[in-house]
């Protein structure tokens, strides 16, 4: 188990110095450190998904907020999967507001208010995509829990909400020409109730390969 977190660390480390130093980064807001944000530094980065590696392969400590804060994907516990989503965030973040960008220019065009990008919504949204390749469901998540339930994990709160799920292709250009192809998700993305957006991502080594999850408050 060992040399695997030793393997995996590498991975991190080469791939994302490689790739992510020159991507930009979330900010955190002003009241809250964002979800991830394992220093404080007020940015989710590459960093980050050292730090929590560092932390499970046991060659230094979060403690306190700064653990708390490695907990990524809110299963209780922090591990090597938390620095995998930490990873995913990063490197698809491009993809991630791009398709929100593509959905308030629709709104705009259609007399909508725009929707606003909400981090916890984004965080709950990237775990939600990683949901589908073991159940493809709007509905419902692994466990036969209704999707809701991933808001409450994240302590998101709302009064209404809404999501939308695809298999498709990975550009987002495509994922927002297969939605507006469906009138139930087209009817839900331009619904005026929803105010806040988060768009999750997940890349997955099967038939479909991509799996995209919008949530909406």
């Known amino acids: 188990m060992k040399a695997f977190f030793k393997k995996t660390f ?13 991507s930009a980064t979330y900010t955190s807001s002003a009241a809250a450190l964002r979800n991830g944000d394992t220093n ?5 980065d590459i960093y980050d998904a050292i730090n929590i590696s560092k932390h499970v392969m046991k060659l230094s400590e979060l403690t306190g907020t700064n653990l708390e804060q490695a907990d990524y994907n809110k299963d209780g516990t922090v591990n090597v999967y938390d620095a995998i989503f930490v990873s995913r965030l990063i490197l698809c973040e491009g993809k991630l507001n791009e398709v929100a960008a593509l ?3 629709k709104r705009l065009s259609s007399g909508v208010e725009t ?15 990683s949901e589908l390749p073991k159940k493809f469901s709007g509905d419902y ?17 709302f009064s ?12 987002p250009k495509e994922l927002y020409n297969a939605m507006m192809e469906k009138e139930t998700i087209t009817s839900r993305l331009l619904d005026g109730t ?18 995209w999850a919008i949530l909406l408050i």
């Open 10 to 22: 590498a991975v991190f480390t080469s791939v994302l110095t490689a790739g992510v130093l020159a």
């Open 40 to 44: 404080a530094d007020g940015v989710v």
């Open 103 to 105: 959905i308030n220019m």
């Open 115 to 129: 929707l606003t990008i909400d981090q916890s919504l984004v965080d709950a949204a990237m775990k939600r995509a």
């Open 141 to 157: 998540r692994p466990d036969n829990s209704g999707f809701e339930t991933i808001l409450t994990e994240y302590g998101i709160v």
């Open 160 to 171: 209404e909400c809404a999501n939308c799920v695809a298999a498709v292709p990975a550009t």
């Open 194 to 211: 929803y105010t806040k957006i988060g768009v999750g991502y997940c890349l997955n080594n099967d038939t479909y390969k991509h799996y």
